[in-house]
């Protein structure tokens, strides 16, 4: 699975933004997504997750009620959703693809996008 994040750029805090993750191969709805970040030096963590239908959602606590995942696997995309943003939210933003389960835990990722950043202005 290769994986293509999009959408990110340049915001003022309380804002929103919009990320897509395109996937190629005819296997993406068999695999849970995610989205993670990584700010400057600090380590990558985790954003949100989704398992394989969409049936289900993760969020990492600081992301609750703010940011919302969703995908469309007719179209081979996975979306992160992000309001009210802050300037601590900025960083690059990756999607990945889990064979493993909708996991906040980043080894259990198989196959991670480019990134995409993200900057939030106070």
């Known amino acids: 699975v290769q994986l293509q994040a999009s959408g990110g750029g340049l915001v003022q805090a309380g804002g929103s933004l919009r990320l897509s993750c395109a996937a190629s191969?005819?296997?993406?709805?068999?695999?849970?997504m995610g989205w993670f970040r990584q700010a400057p030096g600090k380590e990558r963590e985790f954003v949100a997750a989704?398992?394989?239908?969409?049936?289900?959602?993760y969020y990492a606590d600081s992301m609750k009620g703010r940011f919302a995942i969703s995908r469309d696997n007719a179209k081979n995309t996975v979306y992160l959703q992000m309001n009210s943003l802050k300037p601590e939210d900025t960083a690059v933003y990756y999607c990945?693809?889990?064979?493993?389960?909708?996991?906040?835990?980043?080894?259990?990722?198989?196959?991670w996008g480019q990134g995409t950043l993200v900057t939030v202005s106070s």
């Open positions: 989704i398992t394989w239908s969409g049936s289900r959602t």
């Open positions: 990945a693809a889990s064979a493993y389960g909708s996991t906040s835990y980043l080894r259990t990722y198989d196959y």
């Open positions: 191969g005819r296997t993406f709805s068999s695999y849970a």
